[in-house]
């Protein structure tokens, strides 16, 4: 599969090109704009970029989990537990935090492959709260009610964690498209169209669907472990549910089932949420004096943008803002072949 | 060792819940639609009670009518614009729908009516009888009475009533009912709109039993679809008597393992339930 030819054949395709242009840029922009607040910025992308890879395999497999949290929460308690606790250093830690979030996800899993979606979409949901629950019980054990800091992860400063996070991102990503593009995937796939028929093909639908939970609970673990090390500190909030829907607005915003959605939804999403101060004071200022019952009326305004946009996109754009960029690069490649 | 406190107040919000379940339920087996959003119109019920009861000075009982009829209204609104372009395609696209919706329903509710913690003040205001060791308040019983009148209302119109048999047919079979020449758009949105009114009535009934703010809506949504699973999908009796036992059970768990535990338990039953039944408790086998 990784012989050189077939390299290079890649590098010859236009998606192979964009590939490697994408790459490149994510590794040269840190170094033009080395702000530690861009810095910031583009660690949470690469880290959201995970989580909200490994929500749209779960998704690709037609199971809609409203409540991922509950997995970014026990990977990033895990690893940071065991970092205090044990002294394991987080590089292991991360890996035997996304180990273990996959083993419950694997739980979770049995109990779900016979579901249907909304019943699934229940499931999920409920698990999240109970997870929360029991981690506030055991605070003793956990510390979660009024959350510790975690160690570094191997290195401090940003720059080297913005690569060391870029490097695990592309791994997990590369993954994910090899995954979506093998028979798995193809599985998959036949599943989320009609579970009856790909059973009827002889898909054997339970024993995927399980792959599907604990592939997607093992990346979902891996990611909220990254982000315990990288925020230098877990609290019991990580289980809310803006946690659980995060993910599931940036793969379908971005597209859904596609694997560049993810990716692009949460670039556009976690811009959102970092310049929502510029965002906020603006629509206070024109918007404000309309709503006099809450005081900064910001955030509520752009929250009702985002939830009009979602609606917006599943309606009319269902693969999401990658289908709009197709359209354009189909386009713009139709009309330089024109002038051609 | 129950308190009967505990029972009564299991029994009012087990109230709420089977008015959103039978809603709910009547809009899942006749359109098939999975509607998450459906919590934010009782929210908004109880928020639409409370304007009109301040802003105009209407009896809060009075009010239930004018909340009925404006999430009516809203549920159209929403079928027709947004459920509507989503309906019989994935299902993972209405529970997008119905997140984008929560979204909007919460912060416009915010933006309106603020986040601070309301209520609706009934003309009974602290009377009631006392039995025994137990203060039976007259508003509970009024919201029984009105949920036991609404809940009979709602089986004639479906047994009796030929709208009601349209829309059993097309809850068996869309397209046979279509051959038959009913028009299954309009029972779409008829069905819609009547499950958004029994939100709303459901919304002015919380708003006078609990405080509100603009998040409320979030957990009965998902706590009355756990109680549709519960009940059976399709079964008008399984969310009346799953509404109670689930408000019973939820409460329960309150006052003897603690507050946070109320959720946490409520959901472990759900989940418990559904490996060892996936179809529900008195819900028929469907492939």
């Known amino acids: 599969m990784f012989t050189k030819e077939n390299l290079l054949k890649l590098l010859q395709t236009t998606k192979g090109r964009l590939v490697l242009i994408a790459i490149v840029v994510a590794l040269v922009i840190p170094l033009v704009l080395s702000s530690n607040y861009m810095l910031n910025i583009l660690t949470l992308i690469v880290i959201f970029t995970i989580y909200a890879s490994s929500w749209n395999l779960l998704a690709s497999s037609g199971q809609g989990s409203l409540g991922h949290a509950a997995f970014l929460g026990i990977g990033g308690f895990t690893s940071s537990l065991l970092a205090i606790n044990l002294g394991i250093p987080p590089i292991i830690g991360i890996f035997i935090a996304g180990a273990f979030s996959a083993g419950i996800g694997f739980m979770i899993g049995i109990t779900c492959v016979r579901l249907k979606a909304w019943f699934l979409a229940m499931v999920t949901f409920g698990f999240s709260i109970i997870a929360a629950t029991l981690?506030?019980?055991?605070?003793?054990?956990?510390?979660?009610?009024?959350?510790?800091?975690?160690?570094?992860l191997l290195f401090s400063s940003r720059l080297p964690f913005y690569y060391f996070a870029f490097l695990i991102s592309l791994a997990s990503v590369a993954v994910m498209y090899f995954i979506m593009k093998s028979k798995m995937g193809l599985a998959f796939k036949a599943i989320h169209q009609n579970e009856a028929e790909a059973r009827m093909i002889g898909v054997n639908t339970a024993k995927y669907k399980l792959y599907a939970f604990v592939l997607s609970t093992f990346f979902a673990g891996l990611s909220g472990a990254i982000y315990a090390h990288f925020q230098r500190y877990i609290h019991i909030s990580i289980f809310s549910a803006d946690n659980s829907f995060l993910p599931l607005m940036m793969s379908v915003i971005g597209g859904l089932g596609t694997i560049e959605?993810?990716?692009?939804?949460?670039?556009?999403?976690?811009?959102?949420?970092?310049?929502?101060?510029?965002?906020?004071?603006?629509?206070?200022?024109?918007?404000?004096?309309?709503?006099?019952?809450?005081s900064h009326v910001g955030p509520n305004i752009r929250l009702v943008g985002l939830g009009i946009f979602l609606v917006i996109v599943v309606i009319l754009l269902p693969k999401g803002v990658t289908s709009l960029l197709h359209k354009l690069y189909h386009y713009v490649r139709k009309e330089i072949i024109k002038s051609e | 060792m129950i308190d009967a406190t505990i029972l009564l107040w299991g029994v009012a919000i087990g109230c709420i819940y089977v008015l959103l379940a039978t809603g709910l339920?009547?809009?899942?087996?006749?359109m098939k639609l999975v509607n998450f959003a459906h919590g934010e119109l009782l929210m908004l019920g109880a928020y639409v009670s409370y304007s009109v009861t301040t802003g105009l000075g209407l009896d809060v009982y009075l009010s239930l009518f004018v909340s009925m009829a404006v999430i009516a209204l809203v549920g159209l609104g929403v079928e027709r614009l947004a459920f509507r372009r989503v309906l019989g395609a994935?299902?993972?696209?209405?529970?997008?729908?119905?997140?984008?919706l929560i979204l909007i329903f919460?912060?416009?509710?915010?933006?309106?009516?603020?986040?601070?913690?309301?209520?609706?003040?009934?003309?009974?205001?602290?009377?009631?009888?006392?039995?025994?060791?137990?203060?039976?308040?007259?508003?509970?019983?009024?919201?029984?009475?009105?949920?036991?009148?609404?809940?009979?209302?709602?089986?004639?119109l479906i047994n009796k009533t030929k709208i009601g048999m349209a829309m059993r047919a097309t809850s068996q079979k869309s397209q046979a009912a279509m051959l038959m020449g009913i028009n299954i758009e309009h029972i779409y949105i008829f069905t819609f709109v009547l499950g958004a009114a029994l939100a709303g009535a459901a919304g002015t009934l919380f708003g006078i039993i609990f405080p509100f703010n603009p998040?409320?809506?979030?957990?009965?949504?998902?706590?009355?679809?756990?109680?549709?699973?519960?009940?059976?999908?399709?079964?008008?009796?399984?969310?009346?008597?799953?509404?109670?036992?689930?408000?019973?059970?939820?409460?329960?768990?309150?006052?003897?393992?603690?507050?946070?535990?109320?959720?946490?338990?409520?959901?472990?039953?759900l989940i418990i339930v559904l490996i060892l039944r996936p179809e529900g408790l008195f819900g028929e086998k469907s492939s």
């Open chain 1, 135 to 152: 981690f506030t019980e055991f605070n003793d054990v956990t510390h979660a009610v009024l959350g510790f800091v975690p160690p570094p």
């Open chain 1, 261 to 294: 959605g993810p990716i692009i939804g949460s670039v556009i999403m976690v811009f959102i949420d970092h310049f929502l101060t510029n965002i906020d004071t603006f629509l206070n200022s024109v918007l404000g004096p309309l709503f006099p019952a809450v």
């Open chain 2, 25 to 30: 339920n009547l809009i899942f087996g006749v």
């Open chain 2, 90 to 100: 994935d299902k993972l696209n209405e529970i997008f729908v119905s997140l984008g």
């Open chain 2, 106 to 156: 919460d912060n416009a509710a915010v933006l309106i009516w603020g986040e601070d913690s309301k209520w609706l003040t009934s003309p009974f205001k602290g009377m009631g009888i006392q039995l025994d060791e137990v203060f039976l308040r007259y508003d509970l019983l009024i919201a029984f009475a009105v949920v036991a009148a609404i809940l009979v209302g709602l089986l004639l």
């Open chain 2, 215 to 269: 998040y409320i809506g979030a957990l009965p949504t998902i706590k009355t679809f756990a109680i549709i699973i519960l009940g059976g999908l399709g079964s008008i009796k399984g969310a009346i008597i799953g509404g109670l036992l689930f408000g019973i059970a939820e409460n329960l768990a309150s006052a003897t393992l603690g507050g946070i535990w109320g959720d946490a338990v409520a959901f472990a039953l």
